[in-house]
């Protein structure tokens, strides 16, 4: 069964321009850092849910070239196994894992293939876990990091880190990501950590403290710690976004300084690194139709592009790819009400009436009084300033106020939306360093040219990492399943005087009671239990 596909390997021919500020691709610095370098670290940036409009928009916006702008290099498809469009599991399971797969799977190999183009044999092990590319980094020696601005255990961080049926299966991914061993988390969902929100009643704030983490939950305390392992969980569920930060949580890290911190201390490591950085709620703000937010945390997403990038020139030996894992909310710059008027509509027209904006719509809702009482107030906070009477009366009769708003603001500033959910448009590839893919490429092409990269072939350790329990233990003793705690079920080898158990979701191997570390987690999947090659091992030498 094949677990890849092919490098498309195309390359544009000649040189791209890129954006409205006339930046072509590429500079003088990456041409001097490709003469015989090879990579030593790789950095995959993912800016959830961001359309090219809205990249444009935020450029627009910002009022000058983005640090993306110089890395432009190609586009991505971003289809999934069974859909036109994807969601974001099976998006950040091809980029992380090479591998097409469904609606909510999580590293794991899809039941179902019905898009053109897509190997159907996929589909004939469903469920299979798969390995993703910073479990692959660490069997090179490499330090790996997990970098986003939702909850860690969200679906592309987690297709990056964990192995799961469902992205909902927050319980799961949160303890797999514990006992990977990665070297530098930062995000949020601490809630998830927390022995009391936990099915299983397991404190893994506690199993991170004895793994030796310096445990951080403030933006002072990730930039003063000097520690080689760091877990910083900076918000129950996701961080604010980057324009609310200064009000609701002037605590939280930005995600360039998280970028850059990871980056510091990976960089440690004589054989390099891998990080994985997500921007996640530019996704979240286009499934609620709020241009401010889009492209708050898209600006804030570019900021950690820089960082990687400077990093990058610096260093000579580093791969950074950048890209959207699909589209949202079908933005358009352009409404009905320039249909007549386009040609001579300035910029200004559709970038003004957002930067009346003081807080994106889930920071202005934040202070909406428990009664309603301040809804021009908080109008005002999201750009309605100066509000017409008949948007008055919208806003003190709304019923969802956050509808009405971001449907007045889309009028001021000439913005359409077609839909709140993900669309199915090609997105831009950014790329820069040695090694680095261009032209037109699948999302899948991502793992497999960042695991070239490495120096591994991803299809190869999945053979190696998650082979079928049953199958690997049956000449060797009885297998069964202890469910007696059923949040946590235990895989059990018994070879009559010697017993292995590997707890789920766990890199551990007990044998007659005495724990042994592995090289990566046991998974169960689709009602199987998937180990690794050093676990059979373990069994067969038990005596």
């Known amino acids: 069964m094949k677990l890849s596909k092919k490098i498309l390997g195309v390359t544009l021919a000649g040189t791209l321009a890129v954006g409205s500020f006339g930046l072509t691709n590429l500079d003088r610095e990456e041409a001097e850092a490709k003469k015989g370098a090879k990579v030593k670290n790789v950095i995959v940036l993912v800016k959830d849910g961001v359309s090219s409009s809205t990249t444009t928009l935020s450029r627009w916006y910002k009022g000058s070239d983005l640090a993306l702008d110089e890395m432009a290099a190609g586009g991505v498809r971003t289809y999934s196994a069974d859909s036109a469009i994807t969601d974001s599991a099976p998006a950040g399971t091809a980029m992380a894992t090479g591998n097409k797969s469904n609606d909510k799977f999580v590293g794991v190999l899809p039941e179902k293939v019905t898009s053109p183009g897509v190997d159907e044999e996929l589909a004939d092990d469903p469920y299979r876990p798969v390995t993703n590319v910073l479990e692959g980094a660490k069997t090179k020696g490499k330090a790996t990091g997990l970098i986003s601005t939702s909850e860690i255990q969200h679906a592309t961080p987690a297709a990056f880190s964990s192995h799961a049926e469902h992205r909902k299966q927050y319980d799961n991914i949160a303890e797999q990501q514990v006992y990977q061993n990665i070297d530098v988390v930062l995000g949020g969902g601490k809630e998830t950590l927390e022995s009391g929100n936990r099915e299983d009643g397991e404190n893994l704030l506690e199993v991170i403290d004895n793994k030796g983490y310096d445990f951080v939950e403030t933006r002072d305390d990730l930039l003063n710690s000097k520690s080689k392992k760091i877990w910083g969980s900076f918000a129950p569920a996701a961080l604010a976004y980057d324009l609310d930060r200064e009000v609701t949580q002037p605590e939280e890290p930005t995600l360039a300084e998280m970028t850059k911190k990871g980056i510091q201390t990976l960089s440690k490591d004589k054989d390099g690194f891998f990080l994985f950085v997500e921007g996640s709620k530019p ?45 949202n909310s079908g933005i358009s710059i352009g409404n009905e009400n320039t249909d007549g008027t386009y040609p001579s509509t300035p910029v200004s027209a559709y970038v003004d009436p957002l930067k009346q904006a003081k807080m994106t719509l889930e920071g202005a809702l934040s202070q909406l009084n428990e009664d309603g009482s301040n809804k021009l107030e908080v109008a005002a906070l999201y750009g309605i300033t100066n509000p017409t009477e008949q948007e008055k009366t919208a806003i003190n009769k709304a019923e969802d106020l956050g509808g009405t708003l971001v449907d007045l603001l889309a009028q001021r500033a000439n913005l359409g939306f077609t839909t709140g959910g993900h669309t199915g448009e090609d997105v831009f590839l950014y790329s820069y360093g040695p090694g680095k893919p261009t032209g037109m490429i699948e999302n899948t092409d991502i793992a497999h040219r960042a695991a070239d990269a490495m120096g591994f072939k991803l299809d190869k350790l999945s053979r190696n990492m998650f082979m079928e329990a049953e199958e690997a233990f049956g000449n060797w003793g009885e297998v069964s399943i202890d469910t007696s705690n059923e949040a946590n079920p235990v895989l059990v080898v018994d070879k009559g005087s010697k017993k292995v158990e590997f707890p789920v979701n766990k890199n551990i191997a007990i044998v007659n009671d005495r724990e042994y570390e592995l090289d990566s987690v046991t998974v169960q999947s689709g009602g199987k239990f998937y180990v690794s090659k050093e676990a059979v091992k373990i069994v067969k030498k038990a005596k």
């Open 283 to 327: 996704d979240w703000a286009a499934h609620a139709n709020d241009p401010v937010g889009m492209v708050s945390d898209t600006l804030a997403f570019d900021d950690a592009v820089k960082e990687a990038l400077d990093f990058a020139k610096k260093d000579k030996h580093t791969m950074v790819i950048a890209v959207s894992d699909h589209g």
